[in-house]
Structure formats: C-alpha cells, structure tokens
C-alpha cells in the first residue's frame, strides 16, 4: 500500500534533490540507485543479526557499506567521494550479482554538493526494507510523480488484489507461473509466498485474511515442509516479463532480495515480440497495462485476435498462453465487460464458450488510488473446473478494507475476505451442482446466506441470450439490410437491361435479377418482395416475430429462419459480463404510507442577495441561485460569490430548482453556499434519506409530474406546495437498500457517460479536398417552445426535442411530446428524417453536441437542424463526423464565457472540407465501428437507467400520486 508516509519521503528526498537536478528522470535515478543501496545493507544487516553471512558489503566492498556511507566521522567532501566510489566497486565487485551490478552500471552522482547529499542520504536512510512491496512503493510513487503511470495505463496493484487473485487461483509447486506485465513482481512474489504458505507446517489449509494486510509481519518459517531442491525448482518455474529496462532491473532485484538466486525477468515486449510465443504455463497472473498508444498497437500476427487495444491483446496473450489444464488471474478495465465492438464481444465469446472462464469479479472504483479512479474487473480462468460445470459467477466488491479515494485509508467496509471465501467454496461446489437445479437452487441460497456479498450464477447459455426487443428489432435490421441490396441489384438490372445489345444480354440481367430476388426472400423469409421497405416491420412482426425472440433466446431453437439471418443475430450477441445486467430485479415492490414532505425536510427558500454584493474574486460564499451550474449529481463549480449572505445551503443538502425548469435536483458538495430566488434547500431528517429524496425527486420530474404555476416571469412552484408533495416513506435501512442498488447501476451509466462524452471522431484532412461554407451545402432550420400556460399544446403524439437530447449519435425518440395545436401555435417545425442537428445551446457539455436524426420531429428553440441541400454530393454522417471531430472548436467559437450560445449565423459561416461523396462514404464507412461501441454504450446507459427506474417505481407504485395543486 502506497502509505502517507512513503510519499512523504519521496517528496522529502526530490525537494532536497530539486536544487542540483531539476530533471525528474535524474532525481528518479539517484533515489532509485540510493534505494537499491539502502535496501542492500538492510539485507546484509538482518543476516548478520541472523548469525548469517553477509551477501553484498564483504570483502572490497566491506569500506562502502550504507553505515559507514553515513558515518559522522567523514568529511563532506569524502562522503561525495566514498559515495562516488561505491557506484564503481559495486559494478565491478564479483561478488554482486549481475542483476544489481546492472542497476549501477552507467550511473553516476552528477554533483558534488557536499550538504544535498548528506541531506538526501539521511532521507533515503529513514526507508527500511520489511515488506515485500516497500521497494515498489516507493518508486511506482516515483513514477506517479513525474506523471507517467497514467500515461501509459499502468497503475499499482494494491497488494490485498493481489493476493485475492493468488489465493483464488491457488498456484501449486510444481505449476509454471508468469505475469506478462510484471512491473516490480508484485503477482509473482505474492505466489511465491502462497506457495510456500501451502507447504508451511500448520499453514496447509490456512486462507489469508485480506483485513488490512494483517499477515504481514508473522515471523514463520515459511515452507518448511519442502527441500531445498524443491524451492530451488520453484524459483525456476516464476518467469515475468516486462517492457521497461528499470521495471525489469527493479522486479530483478526484489524477487533476488526474496531469495530467488537468478530471478527469471526478461526485458520482452508482449505484444509485438514472438521469440516466446511457444511458452506455456500453468498459471498467469497479470495487471496489464490498460492504455493503447495513438494509432493502436502494432502486435505480431500470431494473435487470434487482430485487435489493436491492448487490454484486448493482453488477454487474448494470457489465455493463448495456458496450458490445457491452466488457470489464471488478471485484471481487465470495464471495456472488456460489457463494449459492444467487435472484438470485445470476439474476445468474450471466446472465453465464456471455449476457453475456461468460471468467474468474473467486480471492483469498484478507486481501487488505483491515488493514481486512477478506473474501473476494473478480475477475469478468473480454470480449464479444469470449467470443463466440469456449465455456470460462471459473478461477484460484485463494493469495498476492499481502504476508503476509494486518494488517501485509501483503512475502512471496516471489506467485501474481499467473503469474495474469496465465496469463491472458494464454489469451487468446490459447482461440479457437484451440475445438472441438478433443484439441489444448485438450495445450495447457492446457502452461500448468500453465509457470504453477505452480492454475486450471481449463470448457465454459459445465459451470456449469449437476446432479449426480445434486441431480436426483434435486429431482425428488422437485417431485412433492410438485404431490402437495400436487392434495391441496388434492381437499379444495376434496369442499367443492364437498357444498354443490352441483344436478347442473350437482356436475358443475362433477368437471370441475374431473378437470382437476387430469389435471395432476398430466401434469406428473409419473405413470400415476396414488398414494394416499399415500410412494409418490413409489419412483416416480421407478423411472420418472424417468434421465430426471432426464440431463436435470440437459445440458438439450439428450431426455426423457421435462414442460416444467413441466424448468422447476423449471433452477432448481435453481446455476452455481456456485468453483473448489473443479470441482478436486474427490483429490491422493493410493496406500498408504503405515503407522507408530506413538509414533515421530513426543512424547506429553506433562497433569497438573492443586492447584485452590487456580487463579485468573481472568491470573496464570500459561492452563489448559485438556479440550475445553471448544476452537474449530473453535485453542483459543479462557482462563477460567482457573494460578500452579502442572505440564505445559506450546507454541505448534504439538496437544492431544488423553484423555477423552470422546475424539480431540478442536485447535492451541494460544498461546506456552505448562498442560495437565490430560483433555489430552495432541501435538508431531511434522521428518518429520510437525501439520496432516497433524491431519486424520488427525479422520478417525478420525469414523469412531468411538476404543473408549473403562472408567475410573471417564470414559471414556478411556491413553497407551500412544495412541502405537500407527498412521497412513499420506507424504512431508513429500506431506503439504504434502494440507494445502494441504484447507485450501482449510476456507477455503471457514468462509465458509459465517459465513454460518450469523450469519443471524438478523427480521420486525416487531405488539403486538396474543397472547402466549403455550412450554410453553402445545408438548409438551416430551429424550432420553438409553445406557450407554456396553454396545457392543451402539450402531451401529445409529436415529438419535440431540447437542447439535452443531443447526447446519442442516432435520435430515435425523445421524451418531449406536444400536440398539432402546439405545433400550429409555435415557431416549431417538423424535420425530416436524417436532419444533422446541434444544441445551441445548454449548460454543462451540451453546447456544441450535434446527433442525427433518425425520426421525424420538432425541436426547440436551442437545436439546430441542418437539412443536406444535396444528398447525393453531401451525406448527413459526414457532416455530423466533422461537427463531433470539431466539438472544442465550435463551442469556442461563442467566446467569452460558458453562459453564451451558438447560433446560425455563426453556424452557417463555419468553413468545413468537403472532398468527394466517394471519400465521405468510405470515411462514414471505416468510422461505423467506433459509432456502433458508442451506440452500444448508449444502449447499456438506457438499460441502466430503465433498472433505476424500475426500483423507484417499485416503491412508489402508480397509486395515490397527485400533482402540485395550481
């Protein structure tokens, strides 16, 4: 664990350095090599305490040892000096491994201030070499520090995951081990030491705790129940590789101070080097990089997957590496969970179906603190245990023993002891629950009522299902597909047909026109071609409907659907790993008594301050006195204070948008805030919990359950309703459980959000390519807000869009509705079909978001639509690609501050390349991959957010609900 105090020394040490080496990389090298040192003599002094002999600092190194480095009695000028020495005799001692030899070799002290040294070396001397992770501690934080871990997706594997993976793995004596991305051998150390635990007198059964790291520190004679011939073998059988020179040198060093005499760490490039590709192993264990380079990784072609992402490579190399009986460990970033693309549902298929996988476990994220909020999910691999039970387990860890912050303080909250016991016992387990449902029903309730940790078991079957709609709607998919070919294959005939010169020709086109009509309905299904392609969804709905939902639901059905059709459903399959997929089903279902908010929260009604209060210096408190800054949970951060308070928010509260858009909610993070008109705060008591209120709260926003009142300006909702809104109160540990199951699904729709919010198209601009204005190739057309007082404008069967939609590639529906009378009664227009649309405006990210329209609609006054003049010179995907490449570009094209919006003018002016429709297609064409991992995201989000719905439905009912009174 990467301590306070570690950090600190570091800090110390860099600070002293600073002065004579302002480089990091020469910093890194000195406390590196000072380290090495350091940690040397600690060897040499505990065997000396030992009765031993000493290892390192003997025979014409005995002068150079670390104590009389630091002695009192030299000079300033001889410590620099002896220090200088030192380097040198260790490279050329003979005694000194070469692998430490290696680590001094071509370095050098490149100062001679005496005092910095002294200064740097009381410093280092204060680290002392007890645990086995101290050394990769203290200069993985040296690596952080210069900013580069992150940068490459390497980030330091706490040691308690660690040994939760090697104990679920459970390595025996004579298995072969590797980690492929070793880093400083923190995995094969900690097998190494599980080992020897297995074969240690009254240890033979035992199972490490994981509380903290308490095993740390007992002083046992490990592996005593082993010859010495036999740990000599085992320290042949652990091999790592790694692609960095220090990383190697440092993981060298720290399994040789773990008595590994000749440790077996090879400088090797995974990925792109094969010279050890025909190594197999009986057990793996890695924490892989998870970061791909710009352009992808370039891997040799010996990779059934031909994928590019390294997460994806990495696993592909694990399992490719096993031998037939191998077993395996590693750690996967959520891509490899739940993405849509290709090869991330390749790659799972591949291990669900052939290639052993038997569980997959959950982390939460913070786990990498300090160094990454990422993510992460374990991948457990038996060949073995899976050619014995058709089931995997999924395990949800929520806590791991450490706060999932920065700090990652000791916490009571552990969920990995019950994990691994859980794990454990299904092991041994699952094999005899084969088969047998009934006895496998009971047998598992056993283990949650024993093991308080969320998990799931699942039939291998059950990973490759569709649900009904996804099947369904494919199928549809699919026939539009071949539709749109046969359509192409018409016009190609007709062209024939006219510039055929004689009978045999004109009868060549109508063989080859019969050919593909005669496709079309084999492949389909249909009875005959239908005239227009709306035709296509009433047919599958009449006559392949069930065919395709059984078919979704188990392959091994028997339909009446072609090869072709059956072929395309599989690869709608997604074989989603997340556990939040498969524990869908809502906690609470029964009626509570409904009561009055009033008599649970304290309503405290903003009241905005003098404007000449107001200032942009931080002086005061912050104010916010509406949605403006409001994120997707907490308040975002201040634009303007206030010197003159006049009601104050605090920390925990909710504040409640008063005026539209009404029923608002967000958290306030901060300790104290002043609040205006357009806020109310919200603050409940013991028996209601705020993030209960909150969910119910957005519940019914959503359900437009806010009439807002007429006031002169704004439409609002006074206090005095506010407090009558009556809400369902559970039980406070029911409403724990309520939040605590929705939070889940957030945590899953947020990954999703970074994902969306973070894709940006790219693809290179050739400069010959015309360049051409917006408003050239594209009729500019916005929309409209009917009068809101007017109820009779609203809840109709147009959809009308705001400025929030705009956060999915497609459009395909919207939650807007207004009536024909809204639509004749404002400035809103229908668009058609494939109109390019961008907010105008919206706060947070939404400025700037562009979509296309996949349905007709209307929108509002803060969307754009762009209508091709054109279509056949200009394709709507092309101009949506550039707008969404050019994204930061085009939000700064308003200037001076995030309040201001785009508008046309600006819009129509904005000077884009336009090269050939051929170009635009084939780039349209090489980026529908990256659109298709976006759109399956959005569809996990959709999924997500429909679960979190489903829960605060099921306490809420439709029962005994009523609007604000107006």
């Known amino acids: 664990m990467l301590s306070k105090e570690t950090k600190d020394k570091i800090n110390n040490a860099r ?124 200069f993985e934080y040296l690596l952080d520090s210069m900013g580069s871990q992150g940068e490459n997706g390497q980030f330091r594997t706490p040691r308690n995951i660690i040994d939760f993976i090697i104990e679920v793995v459970d390595p025996d004596k004579l298995d072969k081990i590797l980690d492929p991305a ?50 000599d073998k085992l320290t042949k059988r652990i091999e790592g590789y790694d692609i960095t020179p220090l990383m190697v040198r440092l993981s060298q060093v720290n399994m040789y101070l773990h008595h590994f005499p000749n440790p077996l760490i090879h400088d090797y490039d995974t990925l792109s080097n094969k010279n050890r590709w025909e190594d197999k192993f009986d057990c793996i264990f890695a924490n892989p990089p998870f970061m791909t380079p710009k352009g992808g990784v370039e891997p040799h072609e010996q990779f059934r997957i031909r994928a590019k992402k390294a997460e994806i490579l990495f696993s592909d190399y694990i399992i ?82 450490f706060s ?109 026109f019969h050919k593909n009509q005669k496709h079309f309905i084999d492949v389909t299904g249909f009875e005959t071609v239908p005239f227009d392609e709306g035709m296509i969804k009433l047919w599958v709905n009449e006559k392949l409907k069930d065919d395709a939902v059984k078919y979704g639901e188990d392959r091994a059905s028997i339909v009446k659907l072609s090869q072709e059709l059956r072929e395309y459903l599989d690869n709608e399959r997604e074989f989603n790993l ?19 908010l009033g008599d649970y929260v304290q309503v405290i009604a903003g009241q905005s301050p003098s404007s000449e209060f107001y200032n942009e210096k931080g002086e005061g408190l912050p104010f916010y006195q509406g949605k403006t800054e409001y994120g997707d949970y907490y308040l975002g951060e201040p634009t303007v204070w206030t010197t003159q308070v006049t ?78 809104i009556q809400l369902p109160l559970p039980p406070a540990d029911i409403q724990q459980k309520i939040v605590d199951e929705i939070e889940g699904y957030q945590k899953v729709i947020d990954g999703c959000n970074l994902v969306i919010n973070n894709y940006k198209p790219s693809f290179k601009i050739d400069d010959s390519w015309e360049r051409v204005k917006l408003g050239e190739v594209c009729e500019f057309r916005t929309g409209g807000t009917p009068r809101t007082e007017h109820k009779e404008y609203y809840g109709g069967d147009i959809k009308w869009l705001v400025s929030g939609d705009i956060h999915q590639a497609e459009i395909f529906d919207c939650e807007g ?36 329209l996949k349905t007709e609609a209307t929108c509002n006054q803060s969307i754009a639509a762009m209508i091709i003049n054109n279509i056949e010179e200009v394709l709507p995907y092309f101009i949506y690609l550039q707008l969404k490449s050019r994204y930061n570009e085009i939000r700064n094209l308003t ?57 605060i439905d099921g306490v809420w009912g439709r029962k005994n609900q009523r609007k604000v009174r107006q």
């Open 817 to 852: 509705r207004i009536t024909e009378a809204g639509l004749e009664n404002s400035n809103a227009k229908i668009l058609p079909i494939d109109s390019v649309l961008i907010a105008l405006n919206g706060q947070g990210k939404t400025r700037g978001t562009v979509a296309i």
């Open 647 to 724: 009601r104050e928010a605090i920390k925990g509260d909710l504040l409640f948008s008063m005026r539209a858009p009404v029923g608002e909610v967000n958290f306030n993070p901060f300790e104290k805030i002043c609040i205006g008109r357009g806020l109310s705060a919200l603050r409940c008591s013991d028996q209601l919990l705020p993030q209960y209120l909150f969910y119910s709260l957005r519940k019914l926003k959503t359900e437009n359950f806010f009439v807002m009142n007429n006031g002169a300006v704004f439409d609002s909702i006074k206090v005095e309703d506010l407090t009558q």
């Open 404 to 512: 999932l912050n920065t700090n990652r303080n000791p916490i009571s909250d552990n969920d990995l002891p019950d994990a691994l016991n859980l794990l454990m016992d299904y092991k041994k387990l699952a094999a005899t629950i084969e088969g047998k449902p009934e006895e496998s029903e009971g047998k598992l309730a056993e283990l949650a009522e024993k093991y308080p940790v969320k998990f799931k078991v699942l039939n291998r079957k059950e990973f490759a299902k569709l649900d009904s709609y996804k099947a369904v709607s494919s199928t549809i998919d699919f026939c539009k597909r071949e539709y749109k070919r046969f359509l192409k294959a018409k016009e190609k005939y007709e062209e024939s047909y006219q510039k055929a010169k004689d009978e045999k020709q004109k009868q060549k086109a109508l063989d080859t």
């Open 320 to 401: 490719e590496h096993l031998n037939p009986n191998g077993k395996a460990g590693w750690i996967v970033p959520e891509g490899i969970i739940f993405q849509g693309s290709g090869d991330y549902v390749t790659l799972r298929k591949w291990l669900i179906e052939n290639m052993g996988l038997w569980a997959v476990v959950s982390l939460p994220a913070g786990i990498f603190q300090p160094y990454s909020g990422v993510k992460t999910s374990i991948l457990f691999v038996d060949r073995v245990l899976a050619r014995n039970t058709n089931s995997i387990i999924l395990v949800k860890v929520e806590n791991d023993g």
């Open 895 to 951: 200037g001076d501050n995030e309040r201001s919006g785009l508008n046309m003018p600006i819009l129509k002016s904005l000077d884009f390349y336009l090269p050939s429709v051929e170009v635009q297609s084939k780039i349209v064409s090489e980026t529908q991959g990256e659109l298709k991992t976006i759109q399956s995201c959005q569809n996990l989000k959709t999924q997500m957010e429909q679960k979190i719905k489903e829960v």
């Open 182 to 231: 070793c880093g400083t051998a923190g995995f094969l150390i900690s097998a190494y030491k599980h080992i020897l635990r297995k074969y240690t007198n009254g240890y033979e059964d035992y199972r490490i705790s994981l509380k903290n790291y308490e095993i740390e520190g007992i002083s046992i004679h490990w592996g005593d129940k082993l010859k010495k011939t036999e740990i």
């Open 578 to 596: 997340s556990i939040e997929k498969y524990t869908n089903a809502s906690i609470i279902t029964s009626n509570y008594e409904l009561v009055n």
């Open 15 to 138: 600070d002293i350095l600073v002065g004579q080496l302002p480089l990091p990389s020469d910093q890194i090298e000195l406390i590196t090599i000072a380290l090495i040192y350091k940690f040397m003599d600690d060897i040499d002094e505990e065997s000396r305490k030992l009765g031993g002999e000493i290892s390192f600092f003997r025979n014409g190194l005995s002068d150079f040892s670390w104590q009389k480095l630091l002695s009192n009695q030299l000079s300033g000028e001889e410590r620099v000096q002896k220090f200088i020495r030192a380097i040198e005799a260790i490279t050329k001692a003979p005694h000194i491994p070469e692998l430490f030899k290696s680590v001094f070799r071509n370095t050098f002290l490149k100062f001679r201030d005496s005092r910095t040294l002294k200064l740097f070396l009381d410093e280092i001397n204060k680290f002392k070499y007890e645990h086995s992770e101290e050394l990769g501690n203290a």
